[in-house]
Nanobody, 124 residues
Framework: QVQLVESGGGSVQAGGSLRLSCGAP????????MAWFRQAPGKEREGVAA???????NVADSVNGRFTIARDHAKGTLSLQMNSLKPEDSAMYYC??????????????????WGQGTQVTVSS
């Protein structure tokens, strides 16, 4: 069972930046499909950015040009660099993974493993 652990959330003013990280201690997942999702109170969980086993990325329109997903193979982590943050980016952010062969992408139902989430709050 892969256990994902997120870190890096916090509070920031609009226009600021945060970097989220996701790791799976003791587990090699470099060939997994992975993604970041977020869920704001009263809203459904939505896909933010994804990266497949080949390194191809997929980013939601709402964050395109502001958020970047990447793997750090040396550290064995997944990151989400978030720039130019807006109040509407405030949410609980979750890391997700799916074992190969995997589709990847921004649909919730293709991912089998989820982290506990890290809170991001952006104030205006």
């Amino acid at each position: 069972q892969v256990q994902l652990v997120e870190s890096g959330g916090g509070s920031v003013q609009a226009g600021g930046s945060l970097r989220l990280s996701c790791g799976a201690p003791g587990y090699e997942y470099s060939n997994y499909c992975m993604a970041w999702f977020r869920q704001a109170p009263g809203k459904e969980r939505e896909g933010v950015a994804a990266i497949d086993s080949s390194g191809r990325t997929n980013v939601a329109d709402s964050v395109n040009g502001r958020f970047t997903i990447a793997r750090d193979h040396a550290k064995g982590t997944l990151s989400l660099q978030m720039n130019s943050l807006k109040p509407e980016d405030s949410a609980m952010y979750y890391c997700a993974a799916d074992y190969p062969p995997c589709q990847g992408g921004l649909r919730r139902d293709v991912y089998n493993y989820w982290g506990q989430g890290t809170q991001v709050t952006v104030s205006s």
